[in-house]
């Protein structure tokens, strides 16, 4: 039976990660879990993201999958040392590909990071980019209304632009060369974002270099699945599945089937 790469996130923003490993590594399979009946994570303490984090784990170890991604900002920014003690398989998260991109293509060396109110507040990007280069000069803005708009799958309304420039405002006109996408919901809003920004400001997507770096490590592990056939995907939603369902089809072009799962445990544990 094949393993899976098992992608977790609080909602759909992980879907970002997903078109680009279904692109990358189309023989690989991918089990997703959105945690759509509790996002934001954002907003959320950094003890309950843990929670959540872990309880979704433990519903995915199930699947006996051979790799865990997890494909949000916010759960990889405090979530992420702990679920790697607790699994033998390799955990990857989105901040670390992200802030090595951002190195690599950064001239000025004034880098902008966007990201939920919990990511920014954990300074994780701001971290990460000074441990590679610590003369790095860093803004950071949280932007909380981003998310929830492309939860309610509105990235292609007519009022993204504004909710966008509403939340960049703080970052327009500032000295940065390149902009860290420090959520995978913002790859939603790219279009939104760089029109915002201006030509000069390279976007960064964490989702794409997550996608990459997965591609890598499984490389080297030699853990590429090489059965020539197509996989198929699961997908698991905690919320709404008939919205979850409409956003992912819309996103990855293709048709898919969704399991709602309701938690038997308290959200907080």
Request: contains cysteine.
């Amino acid at each position: 039976m094949q393993q899976a790469i098992a992608v977790l996130d609080s909602g759909v923003g992980g879907l970002t990660v997903v078109k680009e490993l279904m692109r990358q590594l189309p023989q690989e399979k991918v089990i997703y879990f959105g945690d759509t009946a509790r996002s934001p994570y954002g907003p959320r303490s950094a003890g309950e993201v843990r929670t959540f984090t872990r309880q979704i784990v433990e519903y995915l170890i199930q699947f006996n999958p051979k790799m865990i991604v997890i494909a949000c900002n916010t759960a990889t920014a405090v979530a992420i040392e702990d679920i790697r003690e607790r699994v033998s398989i390799p955990v990857i998260g989105v901040i670390l590909p992200g802030a090595r991109a951002a190195i690599k293509t950064t001239r000025s060396g004034v880098i902008g990071v966007i990201g939920t109110d919990g990511t920014i507040r954990s300074n994780a990007y701001e971290y990460a980019l000074r441990l590679i280069s610590p003369n790095i000069q860093v803004y950071s803005e949280a932007c909380p209304l981003l998310a929830p708009f492309v939860e309610k799958g509105l990235f292609g309304a007519d009022s993204a632009n504004e909710v966008v420039e509403q939340s960049l405002r703080q970052l327009i006109g500032k000295p940065i060369d390149c902009l860290i996408l420090g959520c995978t919901h913002y790859p939603f809003l790219v279009e939104a974002i760089s029109r915002a920004m201006g030509p000069d400001v390279t976007l960064i997507s964490s989702a794409d270099e997550t996608a990459r770096e997965i591609s890598t490590i499984l490389y080297h592990r030699d853990m590429l699945t090489s059965s020539g056939q197509l996989p198929i995907h699961q997908f698991f939603c905690s919320g709404e599945p008939d919205l979850f369902k409409q956003i992912a089809q819309n996103w990855l072009k293709e048709q898919i089937s969704i399991t709602p799962v309701v938690w038997q445990v308290p959200n907080i544990l």
